[in-house]
């Protein structure tokens, strides 16, 4: 990103954070043929890739002036500067950009559960199975209804839904 960025004039810099933070808002993204003379289409992939980065790990972890502004040592103060004051200026936004993203998986949310623990003794084609078995009922909230979903798993099914959930929780925390 160094010697990228500095290719640029201090205000073109500021643009440039401006025109990238807007595109993580869902407004227009800066266009590629504005800056073609600048950079190759590599170059600039890059360097949106790179801007997009910082700005959501800056604001996920919450950093402050110091700890930015060492992600950007390579880079002349002026144009730390100008991003750090994009970053600033914007960092509302982009949370607000973040925490959307992550609520647009899904409009479901899990508002209640209970859990009981059973032991199947038999049933009408086994006489003698000795099967725990978990009942699960969940509330879900979706477009303001709530909706009880109710089910019957054994350890393998229940395995499976853990995974499950483990995996979907650590792609919502990437996202974050």
Same mark, same amino acid.
């Given at each position: 990103?160094?010697?990228?960025?500095?290719?640029?004039?201090?205000?073109?810099?500021?643009?440039?954070?401006?025109?990238v933070v807007d595109g993580m808002c869902g407004r227009e993204p800066p266009l590629r043929d504005d800056y073609s003379t600048t950079w190759s289409l590599q170059e600039?992939?890059?360097?949106?890739?790179?801007?997009?980065?910082?700005?959501?790990?800056?604001v996920k972890s919450s950093?402050?002036?110091?700890e930015v502004l060492a992600k950007l040592s390579d880079? @002349?103060?002026?144009?730390a500067e100008a991003v750090l004051s994009v970053l600033r200026s914007?960092?509302?936004?982009?949370?607000?950009?973040l925490l959307d993203r992550t609520n647009s998986i899904s409009s479901a949310t899990l508002q209640d559960f209970e859990w009981q623990l059973k032991l199947a003794?038999? @049933?009408d084609k086994i006489s003698s199975l000795h099967t725990p078995l978990l009942s699960l009922s969940l509330d879900v909230r979706e477009n303001g209804a709530l909706q009880p979903v109710?089910?019957?798993?054994?350890?393998?099914?229940? @395995?499976?839904?853990?995974? @499950?959930?483990e995996a979907a929780n650590k792609v919502v925390l990437q996202l974050k």
């Open positions: 990103m160094v010697v990228l960025l500095s290719r640029l004039l201090d205000t073109d810099c500021l643009n440039l954070c401006h025109r600039w992939l890059e360097l949106l890739n790179s801007l997009t980065a910082l700005f959501c790990l800056a950093s402050s002036d110091e880079v @002349s103060s002026r144009h914007r960092q509302e936004e982009i949370h607000h950009a003794l038999s @049933s109710t089910m019957e798993l054994n350890k393998e099914e229940l @395995s499976k839904l853990i995974s @499950s959930l």
